[in-house]
């Protein structure tokens, strides 16, 4: 296994009726991630424009008819884990509120309620809301790893801003989730790590970095140990990387390395309301102990509709595998 940059371009023909149905040529890009090998299709769409939405009604509405992660309603509205795991029923850290999910997607799934505020706008969120709920998410995750090892063996963090990105209440809320196994990528990233450090004795990880900072046109900035990417083969509009220097296990992070996570997806944040990206998903990828020739790696990537009304997830995603972006990752780089 090595680690390529493997890109190509390929072209479709067609008669145009907007050319009085001459012959014309229309170019796109494949692409393959250079860890776990999966194809992107790169269509640059001219004048591509996403339209600003304003969030305040749909915000309005929700806190009208009554919010569970509101102050308000959060103590009698949402669940308390058990006492054996956590006999205060709920955990807090900061402004952050850690509280079981009555729908589960893991042994241990839990609903991080970051902030008090019932809506944030994406480019004002501050680092304290953030720290403060990526901490309350890691304060669980160790917790429920201490109660149940097994059973919670693959922790993850994940967050779904706002209703384009699956995201059912407003509220700013993470999701903390660990079972015995991993999700299909998350499998895939650990698996493809450890099979290029058997071959090549080396951290596929730390060479992406090396090269990407040499070559330049998708390597961002690095704060502390986080290095943010552009990634060469995007997952959706404005699709981001990023990797923690030496670190393999969430038990690995310092409030440090999440103080500079909070101020890179702050940058980020103004970056997507630049474009008018209304909506992002973002998912955190430890090794479940540590692992030789592997580190700490996230996902982020914005999510939108099409025409007002068309989700971004088709066939191509859903079903074929395959992802697409309208944005270079080089493009990317300039812009941010």
């Not at 103004?270 to 020739?293: H, I, V, W």
Request: hydrophobic fraction near 40%; charge should be neutral.
């Amino acid at each position: 296994m090595s680690l390529t940059f493997q890109r190509e371009t390929r072209q479709s023909v067609f008669r145009d009726p907007r050319r009085d149905f001459q012959e014309s040529k229309a170019e796109f890009e494949i692409r393959f991630d250079p860890i776990t090998g999966e194809l992107t299709r790169i269509f640059p769409l001219h004048n591509f424009r996403l339209q600003r939405r304003d969030w305040a009604p749909l915000a309005t509405l929700t806190r009208e008819k009554g919010c569970p992660f509101c102050p308000e309603a959060l103590k009698t509205a949402t669940p308390l884990f058990p006492e054996a795991m956590i006999p205060t029923g709920r955990l807090n850290r900061g402004g952050a509120t850690v509280i079981p999910n009555l729908s589960p997607y893991a042994p241990y799934s839990a609903v991080v309620i970051m902030c008090q505020e019932h809506y944030l706008p994406l480019a004002h969120f501050s680092t304290g809301a953030i720290e403060d709920g990526f901490g309350a998410a890691l304060a669980f995750l160790e917790q429920a790893q201490a109660y149940d090892p097994e059973n919670a063996r693959y922790p993850t963090v994940g967050w779904n801003y706002m209703p384009f990105a699956g995201g059912s209440i407003i509220h700013p809320h993470l999701q903390a989730l660990a079972g015995p196994e991993p999700s299909n990528r998350h499998r895939l990233s650990v698996e493809r790590s450890l099979s290029y450090y058997r071959e090549t004795g080396r951290n596929i990880w730390k060479d992406l970095v090396e090269k990407e900072k040499e070559r330049g046109d998708r390597y961002l900035w690095q704060e502390g140990a986080l290095h943010w990417l552009a990634s060469f083969a995007p997952r959706g509009l404005g699709d981001l990387t990023l990797v923690f220097e030496g670190k393999s296990t969430l038990r690995d992070l310092t409030s440090q390395d999440i103080h500079h996570l909070a101020q890179g997806l702050q940058r980020v944040f103004r970056f997507y309301d630049s474009l008018n990206l209304p909506s992002f998903n973002l998912a955190l990828f430890p090794a479940p102990e540590k692992q030789p020739g592997y580190w700490l790696n996230a996902r982020l990537t914005g999510r939108f509709t099409v025409f007002d009304w068309t989700s971004d997830i088709n066939s191509l995603q859903l079903l074929l595998g395959d992802f697409y972006s309208f944005l270079s990752p080089e493009s990317i780089r300039a812009k941010i």
